[in-house]
């Protein structure tokens, strides 16, 4: 037996040292519910679980931005369900208008509604937002410019890509236009000279004792009605309005009034503008050999399969010239749906104006106005729903994105548990060994140290 170097206390407070340390990283675990709480624990696990839960956090974050998405889709869609319902109420007042039945004072309480809903639409449209980001205004419409300042890009929607479209203009379109010989200031209709004349088929009652200036203003309201615009000072006669679908005709039912005012009863038409594809040496400049062009006025419309549509306007007035349009991927609103660079959906949504769906000038005064009113409404329908159909599309696949994500994210965090999280009844169990293991070597301990007792009784002997 040995004094100064008791082994089997060393052996015995060892064994404790190491149960001891086993019994605290079992009650760590058990405590935190992790079996990785250092890297020391597991550093290649350590390394992977923490990768993992970035990509958890990021495929959750990407799950909140598609739902923020389908929100910012349906606010878009209940703004255009109330601009249809708006276009349905203007096409029953179209179809309302075009029965010859009303008197003037009638279609001029129509039109007044009219008017007032057009200018809701624009109200709708440049003021529907979600959290401070415009839906319906054009915002989030694929942006593009010209480097000729003679056309303006109007609108850029479907599947186009960014770069350089040339086009070639010319001419710009024209208006309807005639002349008046207007009546002078101290002039008086006489009883032989009264009589009614119509513009373009609405009628106007011109009396015995009217004065010319009192003439000239009856006619030149009337022409304003109906979207004409009448010189005062030279009786030059003009529609607002450009294209070979314009027209301007004045007629009368009384000769004398007819030649006082210079009445022949000829029709004048507008024109559209003429436009092609500019080309080089390798053909079109950006379009498809598929592109089409069409023109009504001075608005330009090019159309292509997929979706493809680009419109243009051309400054009234402006002579021929060539232009390159440049069309940027700037625009839409991009939708970060995954947790990695370049996981992303673009939503693209047309401009909702009265203008961009050309009904801001109808008039219902005359059957031919409001017939052609009917017409522009019901192309003005079909465009609207055409950009329901898109939005719908879009949240439909939000959805999708949203349950892949989900999905992605549940079997990921099943993944990052295998790693990572405690197996609770095994580490119970490893608990319970040890602590029984650290309780046995702490006695051991004990014997060890009371065993060098035993010598104290060979020095009594």
């Known amino acids: 037996m040995r004094l100064n170097h008791n082994t089997l206390a060393y052996t015995a407070n060892n064994n404790l040292t190491a149960v001891n340390n086993n019994l605290t990283k079992a009650m760590e675990r058990l405590s935190s519910g992790y ?9 290649a696990g350590h390394a992977i679980s923490q990768r993992m839960r970035s990509q958890i956090r990021g495929l959750q974050q990407a799950n909140n931005n598609a739902n923020d998405g389908v929100s910012l889709i349906q606010t878009a869609e209940g703004a255009l369900n109330e601009i249809h319902s708006i276009l349905a109420r203007i096409r029953e007042l179209a179809v309302k208008g075009a029965n010859e039945t009303y008197a003037e004072e009638d279609l001029d309480a129509m039109q007044d509604e009219i008017d007032q809903l057009l200018s809701e639409i624009d109200r709708i449209s440049n003021t529907t937002d979600f959290n401070g980001r415009k839906l319906l205004n054009g915002e989030l419409n694929k942006k593009g410019y010209t480097d000729n300042d003679n056309l303006k890009v109007t609108e850029i929607g479907g599947d186009i890509e960014p770069g350089k479209y040339g086009l070639r203009i010319a001419s710009a379109g024209m208006q309807a236009s005639t002349n008046l010989t207007l009546m002078g200031n101290g002039e008086v209709l006489s009883a032989d000279e009264a009589g009614t004349i119509s513009i373009n088929g609405f009628q106007i009652t011109l009396t015995a004792g009217m004065t010319g200036d009192a003439v000239n203003a009856r006619i030149r309201e009337a022409a304003d009605k109906i979207g004409i615009d009448l010189n005062e000072t030279t009786g030059d006669m003009r529609t607002r309005e450009y294209g070979s679908k314009q027209y301007l ?44 062009i069409e023109t009504q006025g001075n608005r330009i419309t090019v159309t292509d399969k997929d979706g493809f549509q680009m419109i243009y306007d051309i400054e009234p007035g402006a002579g021929a010239f060539e232009t390159t349009i440049t069309v940027l991927s700037a625009g839409p609103m991009v939708l970060q749906i995954g947790n990695n660079e370049g996981q992303t959906l673009n939503v693209n949504i047309n401009k909702t104006t009265s203008a961009s769906l050309n009904i801001d000038t109808i008039n219902v005064y005359t059957h031919a106005y409001a017939s052609e009113a009917v017409d522009r409404l019901d192309d003005a329908v079909a465009k609207l729903s055409n950009i329901r159909s898109s939005l719908g599309a879009y949240q439909n696949r939000l959805d999708h994105i949203v349950t892949n994500l989900e999905s992605a994210e549940e079997n990921l965090t099943s ?3 295998r790693i990572s999280d405690t197996d609770m009844a095994e580490e119970i169990t490893e608990y319970t060994q040890m602590n029984v293991l650290s309780q046995s070597a702490l006695q051991m301990l004990i014997k060890s140290n009371a065993r060098p007792e035993g010598l104290l009784q060979l020095f009594q002997r």
């Open 35 to 43: 079996k990785i709480n250092k890297s020391s624990d597991d550093a």
């Open 249 to 292: 005709q004045i007629s009368c039912d009384n000769d004398e009034l007819a030649t006082k005012l210079g009445i022949d009863g000829s029709i004048a038409y507008g024109t559209d503008a003429e436009v092609d594809f500019l080309t080089d040496a390798n053909g079109r400049i950006g379009f498809r050999d598929t592109a089409g």
């Open 415 to 417: 993944a990052v548990s």
